[in-house]
């Protein structure tokens, strides 16, 4: 068994969620003519729940191993499966998207010369779509504090007018939500990061409201200044431009590539 697959399955035999598995799937497992769930897996049940929410759409599927017959087989994977979606109904009681199947027999992966079974095949799966990870600008501003010091956040909903230094009136309500947040985690020390798309022939791009090539500088410095205006301490940031020395997508094709190099980086110094 390759060590991969072996982490993995102790992962799940301890009751983990196998999302750490890169896996959408819980099992759990049985003792010969088991239904009932054991302490073990009721543990696992209460894990996941943690991960639940009421319109979570959830598909069990029972099986059991080459022990017994098909017509007794199919039967208690049929319980194995209702059973589990009970107990979830218990804790989402709203929730009418849990569907249970019996699959009945799995074909034996071994010679059915063993009074033991198949171990792995007396099983429930409990599978879950997996939940992409929320990322959107009010996410990703109420995890700045949960940064390491030295580590960056991207804000590419502050974007500029095209080769100015000053921001579109779109994005003036994101910056006040980012002024709202430093106003109440007053501890946060950061450094503001501009940054362009398409230069690469030079070390900064041309701002042509000051006819110099200091465009990122600017950008970075117009965040700064703003965030003063609106009472944040000017001890607590920092500011510079880094050009395109640093660009998200790189070549850039598209324009949508150039969108996403031109953004401002927010840096944790210290919390």
């Avoid at 991969?4 to 598995?21: A, D, M, Q, V, W």
């Avoid at 319109?55 to 098909?70: P, W």
């Avoid at 009970?86 to 699959?103: E, F, M, S």
């Amino acid at each position: 068994m390759k060590l991969k697959n072996l982490l993995c399955l102790l992962i799940i035999l301890k009751g983990i969620p196998s999302y750490s598995c890169q896996r959408d799937t819980i099992k759990l497992f049985y003792n010969i003519n088991q239904k009932e769930l054991s302490r073990q897996n009721k543990g696992k049940l209460d894990s996941l729940n943690k991960f639940l929410i009421d319109n979570t759409s959830v598909h069990i599927l029972g099986f059991a191993d080459y022990l017994g017959n098909k017509e007794s087989n199919y039967p208690l994977s049929e319980e194995r499966a209702e059973i589990v979606k009970t107990y979830l109904l218990r804790l989402h009681k709203n929730n009418v998207q849990i569907v249970a199947n019996g699959k009945g027999e799995v074909t034996a992966t071994t010679k059915k010369i063993s009074s033991f079974g198949e171990p792995l095949n007396r099983r429930v799966d409990i599978i879950v779509p997996h939940k992409k990870k929320e990322d959107n600008f009010h996410t990703r501003v109420n995890n700045l504090s949960k940064l390491n010091v030295g580590e960056s956040m991207s804000f590419k909903e502050l974007t500029f007018q095209g080769g100015r230094h000053y921001l579109n009136a779109s994005s003036v309500p994101y910056l006040d939500t980012l002024t709202l947040y430093l106003k109440k985690h007053e501890n946060l020390k950061i450094e503001i990061q501009g940054h362009i798309c398409c230069e690469y022939n030079h070390p900064d791009g041309f701002d042509i409201d000051v006819g110099k090539n200091n465009l990122s500088v600017n950008r970075a410095k117009f965040i700064y200044e703003y965030l003063v205006s609106k009472g944040i301490k000017a001890q607590r940031m920092l500011f510079k431009g880094v050009g395109s020395s640093d660009p998200e997508v790189f070549p850039e094709k598209t324009v949508d590539d150039q969108t996403e190099n031109r953004r401002v980086q927010i840096v944790l110094l210290s919390k």
